[in-house]
């Protein structure tokens, strides 16, 4: 494909991926180095949806609708990247002969979702 032939949605696409890949984990399974990554982006995306929360809070009366958009988008896929690390840890652990219940890494943190209800979205 010829780069002339690229929309402009398809520059947004590919920029987006290149965003989010750094959530993909590389080491393998169940080893120390995996361990250490997932526990990395894991927190990584704990802190973001915290600081993305605290942005719409105290600022919700001063973003657009479009602000708003993009911070409920950037959620979304933030949910989306913590239910790929979810099922990882569940293989993971499966794979030692551990059997768990599904932990929701983005929604499951005690007192996180304490006055959800004041959110624009």
Request: aromatic share 10%; glycine share 6%; net charge negative.
């Given at each position: 494909m ?10 947004l696409?590919a920029?987006?991926?290149?965003n ?6 590389k080491?393998p399974?169940g ?6 990554e ?5 927190g ?8 993305i929360?605290?942005?719409l809070?105290?600022?919700?009366g ?6 708003i958009l993009?911070l ?8 989306e990247?913590?239910a ?10 499966k ?9 929701d890494i983005?929604?499951g943190i005690?007192?996180e979702?304490?006055g959800?209800?004041d959110l624009?979205f």
């Amino acid at each position: 494909m010829d780069k002339k032939s690229f929309s402009q949605f398809d520059m947004l696409l590919a920029q987006e991926l290149t965003n989010l890949e750094r959530f993909i984990i590389k080491n393998p399974l169940g080893t120390n180095e995996f361990w250490s990554e997932w526990q990395e982006k894991t927190g990584e995306i704990i802190v973001t949806k915290a600081a993305i929360k605290k942005a719409l809070r105290n600022h919700k009366g001063s973003l657009d609708e479009s602000q708003i958009l993009k911070l409920s988008s950037m959620l979304e896929a933030y949910k989306e990247i913590a239910a790929y690390l979810e099922l990882l840890r569940q293989t993971a652990l499966k794979i030692r002969g551990i059997e768990v219940s599904n932990w929701d890494i983005f929604d499951g943190i005690e007192g996180e979702n304490e006055g959800e209800d004041d959110l624009p979205f």
